[in-house]
Each structure stands twice: as C-alpha cells, then as structure tokens.
C-alpha cells in the first residue's frame, strides 16, 4: 500500500493550538497512531465484560475469581488512562472516528471540540462538528443526573463485592440474590444512562462539562457505542433481575 503523504503539521505559524488537543512535537507517533488506537481501544474495553464475567458468573474458586476482578478493575485504570491521552486528539468522542490530524482541523469545518473537565482539568475533547452536539447533551445529563447514577453502580457493587467474599469464605447463601440484585439495580442505571440523555437539550453555548465518572471508559469505544451497549445489555439485565426476583 502507498503510503500517503501527510500534511505537514508545523506549516501553519498563524493557527495557534490554545489548548486544543495537540500532539507530541515532532509527531513521531503519528502513523502507527490511527491503525493502534482502534483495536487498543477494543482491547481496552473488553477489560470490563471480563471483570463483569468474573463478578456475575464467579466461576470456582469464588476467591480467584474476586481476587482478578479485581486486580483487573483496579490495573485498568493504568493502562485506560494513558490511551485516552493518546486518542482525544485523534478520535471521535461520539462515533470513534478517526479524525484529520491536528491542527488541520483547527481551519475545517468539519471538525469541532467539546469542553470536558476531567480531573479538575479542561480537556477539548474532539468530535465531527455533527457530533458535538450528542456528546454535549450526554455529559450535561450525566453530571445532572451524577448522584442516582453513581449511587445505583457503586452500591450494587459494593455489596456483590461483599457477598463475593462471604461466598469465599464459606458463605454463599446470599450470593445468588446480591447478583441478581447486582444486573437489576445497575441495568437500570446504565439503561437511565442511555436513554435519559435523549431527554435533556444540548447546552446552547459551550460551557466546560464535568465527567463525574472516569472518564477514560468513554473514549475506549466512543460515547455512541457504549450507549447501545447499555441499552442492550441494561436490558437483558433487567430481565435477568426480575426473573430472580418474580421468575
Ligand atoms: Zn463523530
């Protein structure tokens, strides 16, 4: 395959970057950037369906099965975080498209940003100008809505987590419902999640959104993606729930 020549990226001295996404001087990542960043992201993504598997399922030993979920859930952070640095300049944080290198897009009107605070830190996210929009509206309903949606992750995990570790030593009686409870509880959360952002407006100028939850899982898959993902999979959990519960 030809390799395409790039536009050069240090030829526009009047185009000052303000705090935009920008790349590393001297762009020495820059090729294999757009081929790694999307199966790395994949990669990365996949982490959570794992630590979900071994939480839900807990295949024997129950212990082994808490111990790497954990280690998994904690050491994902460590490798997710340094990625989402690498992909906000390059992806789309809606679709997860990639997107023309930097600083071009800074004259194409194709391209926009959307303001984050991630850390205490402003962060212009990039996005397709047709994108900027639904992510914007996204992060407005997730900070609003910060409260009841981390109360309804943190607190079924925190007692699956529980119950995973009397089931480790020796006392499994309550596993069965803390899981079930567990897929009820954060199904309806994920499914609030995806579906409440269709409620509220995009914000009409563009005020720095804060992102109440880490904010590297949104940029493994793109924000569209991991909402269908929470549609379907907030449902099929809900059903599950209630199956326990009333089946
Ligand atoms: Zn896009």
Known sequence: MPAEPEPPRAASPGVSPEGRP?????GASRAPAGWRLQPTGVLLFLFIPLVLY????????????????????????????PYMAR???????????????APVPALDAANSTLDLVIDGELTAARCCAAHQAPAARFFRFLSMARLPLRLGIFAPLLLLLAALAAAAAGHPQALPAATALFQLLVGLTVSAAAWGTLLVRSPAEQ?????????HNFFLLGVRSLLWIFRLVGAWWIYRGLSFFFG
């Open 22 to 26: 920008s790349l590393q001087p001297g």
């Open 87 to 101: 992909a906000i300049p390059h992806k789309c944080l809606w679709c997860n498209r990639l997107l023309v290198p």
């Open 54 to 81: 071994l939480f839900v399922r807990h295949p024997e030993p129950v212990a082994a099965s808490l111990g790497a979920g954990i280690v998994l859930m904690a050491g994902h952070r460590f490798l997710a975080r």
């Open 207 to 215: 005020v720095p959104l804060p992102v109440p939850f880490p904010a």
